[in-house]
């Protein structure tokens, strides 16, 4: 078996799985951007979401202002396409983690890439949210912070699992992107080591990886979205 995959794939032998462009590598580098922009990103998407629907007109808070300048931000850094983005927030890279180069150099233009996107989701979600609940929770006396907590966030769960599915399964998109800085992973991987050099079986696998990476995203997120679902009822 092995003999017959040296054979029929050995591009993909020949990168091995250490060193700067190994598979594990790539796949480090992949999980590593992944995970931690989707930390960074969820939680500004989960405040510009918020924020968004406590402050719009009919919100517990109203606040046009506010409103208006959360819906702005969100707005325009969704209409900015991300390989401009990368470039357009090099600056700022460079004063926050020290260089503009590298996976923590990436990690800046994809929390920003991703956020607005998920912000969207979850006001769409928190808006799900059934309001003769929210209007109950404030007759009770029931403070701001009780009613995003305890009836927006907690009521919406499985919806804002089912939204944080799709984001993070955006940004896995995004990070093959994040290549052109340097930042490396599978999308890197496919691209400069297969399709650059004509070297087939590497995109196919790269491809295949990022696939299964995928998959097991979208079938956890569906668990946990059915089990906080039941919950809910």
Known sequence: MISWFEKVC?????????????????????????FWATIFGG???????????????????????WYNVCDKIVSIFRAIPFVILLAFVAPVTQKIVGTQIGMKAALVPLTLGVFPFYARQVQV???????????????????????????????SRSELIRVSTVTIISLIGLTAMAGAIGAGGLGNTAISYGYNRFNNDVTL????????????????????????NHQNR
Not at 130 to 153: N, P
Not at 214 to 222: A, H, P, S, T
């Open 10 to 34: 050995p591009n993909v032998v020949q990168l091995g799985w250490g060193g700067d462009a190994g598979w594990g590598t790539s796949i480090f580098q992949t999980l590593f951007m992944t």
């Open 125 to 155: 979600a928190l808006e799900s949210v059934d309001t003769g609940k929210v209007e109950a929770a404030k007759s009770l006396g029931a403070t701001i912070s009780d009613i995003i907590f305890d009836v927006y966030l907690r009521e």
């Open 205 to 228: 696998v790269a491809t295949i990886l990022v696939i299964i990476l995928i998959f097991i995203v979208q079938i956890v997120g569906d668990f946990f979205a059915k089990k906080m």
């Open 43 to 65: 939680i500004l998407g989960i405040i510009f979401g918020v924020l968004l629907v406590v402050t719009k007109e009919d919100g517990i808070r109203p606040n046009k202002f």
